[in-house]
């Protein structure tokens, strides 16, 4: 093969389209939905208990899709220069299966738990490779390249979707009576379950709110509206962590409501930044450039995810309260 | 000068291509339009001195294989037709309109001193001879040049113009690669070895890195 | 093209927009905002000459605080979604091309190079670096021993670049290595484009800083503006809105404060009565010359329009022009000299993208100590990314090369990358602005620019154009080679504390004539090492709040 002939096919890699990219995701998440949604039976058990993993899931997935949504975006800008790229949006896509497919306690009910644990680990290998990716420009560690290098905050999500997704399991599989039976490591009790997730919700919280801050101070917070979720989100992610620690019946309601409220956000957000789309130069009509440009749609849906999760966490949390 | 071939970079690329995508605007696509599809007839110059004229921008823009050269000669007789000026008249020289008059009749005469015939009918190697040393400020003609400094004339007005035409023509920004009208959309990719979709594609030495 | 209406038809440059009550709106394609309207015969209270940085600050300011106010600006006034093309040769509309005598033993360039002629004068076209004055450039004869002092105090001034940045939403980085501590710029820098890591990359090589540069478009949306696309035409216009011009922050605030401004409104002469006072301003507009009435006239056309417009109000009762009883009108004319160092990379760096300076480097504005500094000033120099005509243009007229050697030269355009100076250049008496024999158009003298470097300036230049090459051969650039040039215009009715040396004074009152004002970069008294607009808009909002203050007295 000639030189040119490989630019020639270089160039044809290269142009592969963002409108390529965005049906791809849609795709690969309709497609995460529907194999986890058909893996997954009704199972009789407590209805707290089923709630609760419901809604933990569903949450999990929901982050999995937006992590899914972005990296494909952040990386098809990045022109897939480095194979390992794709790596972030299957594994996304691998953890959203995961997460709607109901765990069984055979043998396959490993994989799922297998899918969040690879999601934490390329999303952990992903934040290294960021993080070296920032320090070898030049500024090294400076606010320009924290704002504009390989984000830190992206592979963080996808290790927090892939951590959340295993938390869920470890509530989904807490045996409903309080007996532990052993024969599995993540053997919790459903109120203990309840309180890892919403350790992990707490700290997810937090670190996707300090995401979210980094790149709205890169905005400069040119609209008020921008400080919500720098604030409702840490606030609840503390709540939570706040009753992990010492659960009480009052704490709980409150933290419920705020969950709700960042639930809400999530969607609220996400019409922000549609809307903020809009405002760029040539709006959607222009989207191939401004989608990009703009203000990431799929990011803040990602706090609806995690809402959900600690609404679960207070759920299972709640049961604790009421068998004691 | 080195041998009458160019090879650009980007063969494939053609800014044209973005005609119709929000790469162009409607003002841009109408000063464009207006520039390919109407050459403005010569009203300006003389026949003679146009004739020189166009024989050196074939020489200072060389165009060999190119079905229709971009033309060059017909706006700067416009632009002299119309006074649009640069906005800086060196004290040493005259307006522009007299400069440009003398300047063709004054290579005309550096043709005639050295070679005996007018500058457009001359070899190409001749031609560019006498440019060289029109821009070294070496004059066999040096009466023809009368009060017009032979260097500056050459430099800050004849190459300057000619240039300043040539590389706004869509031909020009495609052969170097140059992203062309950009506006509403713009590019999001600026690092190194970066390029959106719609610009030239990275040359083959870029693709490589 | 047939069928649909041409979009540059309707030219803001053949009839004036402003006009039966209503003025463009910027942020729009076609539409209008209203505007006050005052009849000539009505004595206003401030004629102002130029709606650039200093007009436009102080029409802005002046109708704020309640002032009447009719600003003339010579060329048009456009909206930039509409008007402006993403093409080189179409956008030299935004330029002053009237002929100007260009003299003296280093005869600038003018046009495109320094002069803009429209609504938001040269902010219009200008390249949106934002830099501040070294605080001790504003005593540089006391501390630094060159130059002259101003007459204001930097810790003034600095309270000033605050609110022009506000204004201006300034996208600017978080630490700023030069310098006293600055408040954090109101928007975040921008991402640094290849051209700007080059310069980065360089500078680390060599251990000193760099930064990101504080440019004068958005990093986020702003009121009706979008954020800056990267598109990178900025010196021929920003079609996006993007660029914070004056033409989109201060003309906004004028007209809606109720300030009139008169497009394709050329001022020739400020008239003056039996005592000597300023009476208004004749002006050409619509085909006819017209007068209006004013009881103060702030002149604001630039470096080479504002002393011309000066040395032609001569009377009986001001020989020499107006306000020129120094003699000074016109003269410490400065430039800053431009020369350049461009160097061929292994990869594409395609400058073309983003505002054409993203990185910066002052580290020669503030390295008094270092030995290998043999010249008085100082020079900052900046990335590089000039659309191609410029480019073009810029290598014919400094090396003449021509034919297949410059086309193959261009076509590297891609791999290319530049540093540039900002360099500072002594006031010198006799680089001045005076009047030539020629007529213009309208019958008005034409201006005769006389330029010359002195020794310090070459040694200035020289040690950049050293300092730059070495930087960019650390940055691993191949087969330099170098250009120069000028930039930017300051000096030539400069202020100062003594009649005797000066033309206005700290406030921009003229010496001679009370109810007659300077105020743009022809006010400066040094040039410093740094792009000038950022000083004159502060300067102007420092002389808006006093002359606001002096009316507050009764003083004026
Ligand atoms: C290409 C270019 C790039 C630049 N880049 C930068 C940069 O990156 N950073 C920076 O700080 N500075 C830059 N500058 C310089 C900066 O734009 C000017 O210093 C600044 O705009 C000068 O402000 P001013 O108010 O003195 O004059 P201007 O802004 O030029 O305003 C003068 C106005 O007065 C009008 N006028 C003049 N005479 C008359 C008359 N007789 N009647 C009516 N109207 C009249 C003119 O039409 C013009 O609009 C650049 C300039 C140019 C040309
Ligand atoms: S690069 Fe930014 S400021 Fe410059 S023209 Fe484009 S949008 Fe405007």
Known sequence: ?324 | MTDDRFDSPYPRYDVLEKWDTPSYNDQTREALAKRMDEVPPRRFFTAAEFTTLQAVCARVVPQPGRAAPVPIAPFIDSDLHAGRGTGTRYAAMPDDRTAWRQGMAAIDAEAKARHGSTFAELADAQQDSILSAINQGECAASGAWRDLPAQDFFRKLLLKWIVSVYYVHPAAMSEIGYGGPASPRGYVRLGPNEADPWEAPLSEKGARQ | MSGRVSVLDDAAELRPRAVSGRAPDVFSREDCVPMAQFRDEEEVDFAIVGTGCGGGVLAAKLAEAGGSVVAFDAGPFFRPLADFASDEREQEKLYWLEERISDGENPIELGSNNSGRCVGGSTVHFQMVALRFRPEWFQARTKLGYGADWPVDWREMWRYYEEVEKACSISGPIRYPWGPKRGRYPYRAHEVNAAGLVLARGAEALGIDWAPTPLCTLSAPHGKSPPCVYRGMCKIGCSTNAKQSVLVTYIPRALAAGAEIRDLATVGRIETDRWGRATGVAYFREGRWRFQKARHVIVAGYSIETPRLLLNSHSARHPDGLANSSGLVGRHLMVHSNHAVWAEFDEEIRWYKGPPSMACCEHWNYADDDPTKDFDGGYAFMSQGPLPSDFATSIVTNSGEFGMDLRARMAKYNRMAGLKMVGETMPQADNRVTLSEGKDDLGLPRPRVTFGYCDNDKRLYAHALDFMGRMIEAAEGKNRFETEGTAHLMGGCRMGEDPKTSVVNADGRSWDVPNLWVCDGSLMPTGGGVNPSMTILANAARIADRMIAAGRRGEV
């Not at chain 1, 998440?29 to 407590?46: H, M, Y």
């Not at chain 1, 089923?50 to 992590?67: E, M, Y």
């Not at chain 1, 919790?188 to 919700?201: D, I, K, M, Q």
Request: glycine share 12%; hydrophobic share 45%; charged share 15%.
């Open chain 1, 1 to 324: 093969m000639s030189a040119r002939q490989a630019a020639h096919r270089e160039r044809g890699s290269r142009s592969i389209g963002l409108d390529a990219v965005a049906a791809g995701g849609v795709i690969a998440l309709v497609a995460a939905f529907a194999i986890g949604s058909a893996l997954r039976p009704e199972r009789k058990s407590d209805p707290v208990h089923r709630r609760a993993t419901r809604k933990a899931r569903d949450g999990a997935a929901i982050l999995g899709a937006s992590v899914l949504m972005d990296s494909a975006m952040e990386h098809f800008r990045g022109g897939f220069h480095n194979r390992a790229m794709v790596l972030a949006p299957a594994t996304a896509a691998a953890s959203i299966a995961a997460s709607l497919a109901e765990p069984r306690p055979d043998r396959t009910g490993r994989l799922p738990r297998l899918g969040h644990a690879l999601s934490f680990a390329v999303g952990a290998a992903g934040l290294g490779f960021h993080f070296y990716n920032v320090t070898k420009r030049p500024g090294g560690l400076s606010w320009n390249n924290l704002f504009y290098a390989a984000p830190l905050g992206a592979p963080g999500a996808l290790a927090i979707s892939g951590l959340l997704g295993l938390t869920s399991e470890a509530l989904s599989i807490a045996p409903v009576d309080g007996n532990r039976t052993g024969n599995e490591a993540l053997a919790w009790s459903l109120p203990e379950a309840g309180r890892g997730l919403a350790l992990a919700t707490g700290g997810s919280l937090l670190v996707t709110a300090a995401e979210a801050g980094l790149l709205h101070f890169r905005g400069a917070f040119h609209n008020p509206a921008m400080w919500l979720p720098v604030t409702v989100p840490p606030a609840t992610g503390l709540f939570l962590i706040g009753e992990a620690a010492n659960p009480t019946d009052s704490g709980r309601e409150v933290t419920r409501w705020a969950a709700r409220g960042v639930a809400v956000l999530g969607v609220v957000g996400t019409a922000f930044h549609v809307w903020g789309v809009h405002r760029n130069m040539g709006g959607w009509h222009n989207w191939r450039q401004t989608s990009l440009a703009g203000p990431p749609t799929p990011a803040p849906i990602s706090f609806t995810g995690l809402a959900m999760a600690g609404l679960a966490a207070l759920d299972a949390l709640g049961s604790e309260e009421r068998s004691s």
